[in-house]
């Protein structure tokens, strides 16, 4: 092994403790309740290596984001079920569903994110929107290929949803989420007319 590689391998594995003690801490706790201080303790590193992969709390905050944006978005997508939108939205109520019943479940990050960042133009709104607009494009186009004649309105609707069982799993309703959430997507996608 080359003596140059061993410090970015290092590198590397110090970032991803970091980024996992963050992501226990800041979704448990809140992410402004976590001090950097509280995740340096956790992860057992000094203030110097914090900073020199996070120069900042915001830098620290939007690869958290990050790092849940692409879990959350391969598991919309690995959700799908081709050729089947129904097939696809039970398998995403079952998902939301099941995660709502996790022990330590505080509902979406990235809605809990935007609760504590009002300003629209700081660089962890951008993260949050920017996500929500790819969710946004997955069930639109659950809904386009369901046939609906105005899939975009539909899929608003079914973010709609999935906002509202997120939320209602973290307050107190995680049984009956996905046994709720399933025909209530049903009935955004089903053809005009047709009885549930």
């Not at 057992?44 to 900042?56: D, E, L």
């Not at 996790?102 to 990050?109: M, N």
């Not at 929500?132 to 709609?160: C, H, N, P």
């Amino acid at each position: 092994m080359r003596t140059d590689e061993a410090p970015k391998r290092s590198r590397t594995g110090t970032r991803e403790r970091i980024l996992a003690a963050t992501n226990e801490l800041f979704y448990a706790q809140g992410i402004r309740a976590t001090s950097a201080d509280r995740i340096i303790e956790q992860v057992g590193i000094t203030k110097v290596t914090f900073y020199r992969h996070f120069p900042s709390k915001s830098d620290l905050v939007v690869a958290y984001l990050e790092v849940q944006a692409a879990r959350e978005q391969a598991w919309l997508i690995g959700a799908r079920v081709s050729g089947d939108p129904r097939a696809s939205l039970r398998a995403i109520a079952e998902g939301i569903g099941a995660a709502s019943c996790s022990p330590g479940f505080r509902g979406c990050a990235f809605i809990n994110a935007a609760a504590e960042f009002s300003d629209p133009d700081d660089p962890v709104r951008a993260v949050v929107a920017g996500h929500r607009q790819r969710m946004l494009d997955e069930f639109t186009s659950i809904a386009a290929e369901a046939g609906v004649d105005d899939a975009v309105v539909a899929g608003r609707r079914l973010m709609i949803l999935r906002d509202g069982a997120m939320v209602n799993g973290y307050l107190g309703e995680a049984a009956s989420v996905a046994s709720a959430l399933a025909p209530a997507f049903d009935a955004v996608i089903a053809p005009a007319g047709e009885s549930r």
